[in-house]
Structures are given as structure tokens and as C-alpha cells.
């Protein structure tokens, strides 16, 4: 199945499992992922310079990859903050199953593997990091951006990896003109063709924004 479907909710290839090795929160790991998900031979380029360019997550609370595929974002956030409680959301249910997999081989269990309509309403979110799926189409990739961006906690940050030629730029023009004035939106940090775009839900004692140096 081609990349551009890994969006389905169910995909219609072949399963295909297969056990690759990559590298997460500084360990390597043999994880397992299939056909008909997003990147299933390797952490992708995106998702590497998105873990290369953030901040450490917060140590508690709720975090979110939106968008989880097999999960190498969900995991690492897994690993690096083992008190908090991270949610994995994809519509793609082999990407789900993938996901728990992962979090099981891993020992993990702080990985909610879910699709949107399971997350609770209530929950608000330490911190974002997605690498979001461009392809699906202007409208639906900024509905889902609104749908969930408004939900960081105040003083907490959004992370988004966004290939330069796939419209980073007018997506952070976008963000910024489209959420609420409490919201700042700057360029983290540019590599490998891709900006990674850090978002945040300012508070009263919120400091602005940084800018991480281009790598």
C-alpha cells in the first residue's frame, strides 16, 4: 500500500509484520512494524529530526502523539517520562495494534493506543509532538490541528515536524492567524528539509518562546 493511505482506518494490504531496529531515547531497540502504516522500514527522516529538535517532555501529566503510526514518537516519550501518561492516537488500527505491541515489547505501561473518539474529553496535555499527516488534505490536517492544539495546558508547548516543501511555512502562517491570541507559534529549528514548529499556550508566567539554533 502506498504512503498516502497509511491514513485508513483499515488498511487493505497484506499485514506483512516485520522486526526492524532503531534507536530511541539514546537505546536501540528491535520493534515491529508492518505494511500499511506510515514509514514501516525505519524511523523517518521527519519523525528523527522532530526527537532530535525538542525539549525533553514533561517528567508527568498527559502527552500526545497525534498521529502515532507504529509509535517511535509515543515510545520515546514513554521512555523518557515513565510517570506521565502518554496517548497514542492514530485513526489507523494496525498502526494501533503496532503501537501496543511496541509498548509491550518495551515494558511500557504508560501507552494509551487509541483513536481520537477515545480520548476523554477532559484530558489536557503536558505536551504535544507530532509529526502530522500532511497528506490527508488541507482541510482535514487543520481540523485536526484545532481540534487538538487548544487542548495543551497553559504554559505548555506543541511540537510539529513539517517538510519545508510540503508548506511548513504557510502552516505556521496558518497557525498562527487561526488559534486563539493566547497561542505563539515560532521556528524551532530547520534540518534535513524539514522546520520543526514549536507551538505554545502561553500563561500568565509564561516566558516566550526560544529559538533553538538552526542545525
Known sequence: MADE????????SELRRRTITVRLAGS?????????????????????????????????????????GWGPIALTLALESPRATVWAVDVNERALDLVRANAERLGLENVNAVTPADVPDDIRFMTIWSNPPIRVGKNELHDMLTRWLPRLEPGSDAWLVVARNLGADSLQ??????????????????????????????SGTTEPIGVIPEL
Do not use: M
Not at 493511505?5 to 487493505?12: A, L, R
Open 5 to 12: 493511505h497509511y491514513f485508513s482506518v483499515s488498511p487493505g
Open 28 to 68: 536501540t531497540y528491535a520493534l515491529e512494524t508492518a505494511a500499511g502504516v506510515f514509514s514501516p522500514d525505519r524511523v523517518d527522516t521527519g519523525t528523527g529530526v522532530l526527537l532530535a529538535g525538542v525539549h525533553a517532555p514533561p517528567p508527568g501529566g498527559h502527552l500526545l502523539d497525534l498521529g502515532c
Open 173 to 202: 502562517r496558518w497557525l498562527q492567524a487561526t488559534l486563539p491570541a493566547d497561542f505563539s507559534i515560532a521556528r524551532a529549528s530547520t534540518n534535513k528539509g524539514f522546520r520543526v514548529l514549536r507551538t505554545r499556550r502561553r
